[in-house]
């Protein structure tokens, strides 16, 4: 090998020396540099969250009380109606042509009284003259309070008829929107069967089954807050307008079941939230975690890629480590940690620096 060679060989090999040891230099400074905080402890009253589901207070499925082909549907899923406003229309040909049979069965019981009464009127003044007996007169008064009594019997019979015959249009029992239809046109109704399902936006609640061993006094419901973890900002975090426990529990679970009322709607249908029924929603109980100890950490810390959440926590020689975690309620500038993280441990404040650390 020549001498120019050997000189060559000789740089590169101080050249790659010196890039190792920059290296070393730059992560060594990238690690005293990295901004942390230390997660830390509370003295607050330890909570659980319970997952929930969004119900509507006025929920209604609306089923025929009559047979009969859907000629007509006015709505479709997602439509807003009015209290009273037509849903759905069925054939109705068979009972229009009752009640019009039996209208002309009131005008023919009508008729026949008219003549009763006449001839009534007769009888009397034939027997105040002593043409006929007290018989005849009761008889002629007999036969025009039965043509009275069946006049007012048809009457009510018509009445039944025409009630009947409203059956066949479906009618809104209040204003709401229309969640699901579960008919076609020309389908066939029967008795019972769903036609559409209707809720009132304006009253809903959030359901949650929580185990029986915790701790439902009233303190505990005022303290309840539900969480909308798909919300942002103020809409997020709702206090319950009231809570309702029922008194019965669940034989399978052992678990008793709360109803925490969401604030009401506005007249515009706009709400707190725009909560719909089947949503999920989580309710936090304060003092329902024990005596456990609540770590928190800066609400910056937090680390998010797809389904996992995470941080970067330094270890004993102070290389950020990325750690998956559970994270609860946010405190101001603070995040609760469910698991993951133990008081004391020294986490990243910039979890984008930590990552670029090697």
């Known amino acids: ?41 509370t003295n607050q009253s330890p909570s659980s969250s319970f997952d929930g589901v969004v119900e509507a207070v006025r929920q209604t499925v609306v089923a025929a009380q009559v047979s009969g082909a859907v000629v007509e549907l006015q709505v479709k899923a997602g439509d807003r109606v009015k209290m009273g406003q037509a849903l759905a229309r069925l054939d109705s040909r068979a009972a229009d042509q009752t009640v019009t049979a039996s209208h002309a069965q009131v005008r023919a019981t009508r008729a026949a009284l008219e003549v009763a009464a006449k001839d009534f009127a007769r009888q009397k003044l034939l027997f105040e003259k002593r043409f006929i007996s007290q018989a005849a007169l009761d ?47 020309g389908d066939m109704a029967m008795p019972g069967r769903p036609i ?21 006094s009233r303190q505990m419901q005022q303290s309840a807050k539900v969480e909308f973890p798909g919300a942002a900002g103020a809409l997020k975090w709702i206090t319950p307008t009231g809570v309702t426990v029922l008194p019965a529990l669940d034989p399978n679970t052992h678990t008793v079941q709360l109803r925490l009322d969401l604030p009401a709607a506005t007249a515009n249908g706009a709400g ?17 975690g024990g005596d456990a100890t609540r770590v928190f950490i800066d609400a910056k810390s937090i680390f998010r890629r797809a389904e996992m959440t995470s941080a970067y926590v330094l270890d004993p020689a102070g290389k950020p480590m990325l750690r998956q975690i559970r994270v609860g309620r946010v405190v101001g500038d603070s995040i609760e940690v469910l698991s993951g993280i133990t008081v004391g441990e020294r986490v990243a404040t910039d979890p984008q620096a930590a990552a670029r650390v090697r």
Request: proline share 3%; glycine share 4%.
């Open 196 to 216: 559409l399902t209707l809720y009132d936006p304006a009253l809903m609640r959030v359901t949650v089954s929580i185990p029986q061993t915790i701790d439902t």
């Open 272 to 288: 707190t939230v725009n909560a719909v029924p089947g949503m999920f929603a989580r309710v936090w109980l304060e003092g329902a």
């Open 139 to 185: 008889q002629a008064e007999a036969i025009y309070k039965s043509a009275e009594a069946q006049v007012a019997a048809q009457i009510a019979q018509t009445g039944a008829a025409r009630s009947q015959s409203d059956f066949y249009v479906l009618r809104a029992p209040y204003a709401g929107v229309v969640a699901d239809v579960s008919i076609v046109l």
């Open 1 to 41: 090998m020549s001498n120019f060679n050997k000189i060559q060989l000789i740089s590169l090999l101080v050249y790659v020396i010196e890039s190792m040891a920059f290296a070393g230099f730059l992560s060594t400074t990238a690690h005293a540099q990295l901004a942390t905080s230390v997660a830390r402890s």
